[in-house]
């Protein structure tokens, strides 16, 4: 779940933590040229050479970014959102229906096969998994504003390549005489008319759902599954593993979003240009981790979902 371990992972080697000190290097050496002699020397390790601790780089932000305390506060936000957006603007209070994300759905099911019940649970439990994330990894207890306006910029940045995707998408359904509509983001229960016809609120409301709990299910449970099958029960190579992983939840997220058209032929366009995004997403989770993925995919949503929607 966490970026590095996957597809990245740094090697540690040489490195203890003290009680409350700093990681110190236990195998410190440096070759040099050889001397006037002709030998090789090494220099033994010094009183000052230390690696970088916990805290030097929670002063990075390309690493701080991915830790599990700054995604948690970065996301926090939007699981609150989508909760009472979804109480005010996806409930029908007198039919007794609530429309949910699929992938929220999904997870609810799985909850409630092992007894646990509740419309809030996948929220909570995405918020568990992140805590206990934290506290297994024992960072400091501190996230910084900077590293937070980071990967809001980040997010933005991430969802433009997928604006253009889409704008390429679009313009070859209009020439095949297919509907545009082409957001990442799949609801349970949506009326007859698709994620249009209902109220940019609960637009919005969607978009930030999708981007929550299809992250969750295809990233940051999906590809780490799939790494762990191929790598660990089929012993192949780790780089096979990770395009696997993202290659398979890919087209998984593709066909999640049933491609097809109304006539129920599989829409071929649509079905590309999903599976393109899940890869994209797919990297852009392993390279920059899960906050920064969930931002990119609601910003997409909301940008397809609601401005740009508004426009046309």
Not at 274 to 292: C, D, E, K, S
Request: glycine share 10%; proline share 4%.
């Amino acid at each position: 779940m966490e970026r590095g371990p996957l597809c990245f992972g740094a090697s540690r080697t040489g490195e203890r933590s003290g009680r409350g000190g700093p990681l110190r290097s236990t195998t410190v050496a440096r070759a040099h040229a050889k001397d006037q002699g002709g030998s090789n020397r090494r220099e033994e390790p010094r009183q000052g050479d230390r690696a970088p601790s916990t805290y030097d780089k929670l002063d990075s932000y390309w690493w701080a970014s991915t830790r599990p305390l700054p995604v948690l506060v970065f996301l926090l936000p939007l699981v609150l959102l989508y909760e009472l957006g979804s109480a005010v603007y996806l409930t029908n209070p007198e039919a007794g229906t609530r429309k949910t994300i699929e992938a929220q759905k999904l997870f609810g099911d799985f909850f409630q096969a092992l007894g646990v019940v509740g419309l809030f649970v996948p929220g909570v439990a995405l918020v568990t998994v992140l805590l206990v994330w934290h506290v297994m990894t024992r960072d400091p207890w501190r996230v910084r504003s900077a590293t937070l306006l980071g990967m809001l910029a980040e997010s933005i940045a991430w969802a433009l390549p997928l604006l253009v995707l889409s704008a390429l998408y679009s313009r070859m359904s209009a020439m095949a005489g297919i509907g545009p509509e082409v957001a990442l983001a799949s609801a349970q229960g949506a009326v007859h008319g698709g994620l249009m016809a209902e109220s940019w609120q609960a637009r919005l409301t969607i978009s930030i759902g999708a981007g929550l709990y299809e992250e969750m299910l295809f990233r940051l449970v999906g590809i780490a599954l799939v790494h762990m099958v191929v790598r660990d029960l089929l012993g192949a190579k780790n780089w096979i593993a990770c395009t696997v992983a993202v290659l398979g939840t890919a087209v998984a997220f593709a066909l999640y979003h049933d491609p097809r058209l109304a006539s129920g032929a599989p829409d071929i366009h649509r079905l590309v240009f999903i599976t393109i995004a899940g890869a994209y997403l797919g990297n852009v989770y392993v390279l920059r981790g899960f906050g920064v993925v969930v931002g990119a995919h609601a910003i997409y949503d909301a940008m397809v979902l609601v401005f740009l929607a508004a426009r046309s």
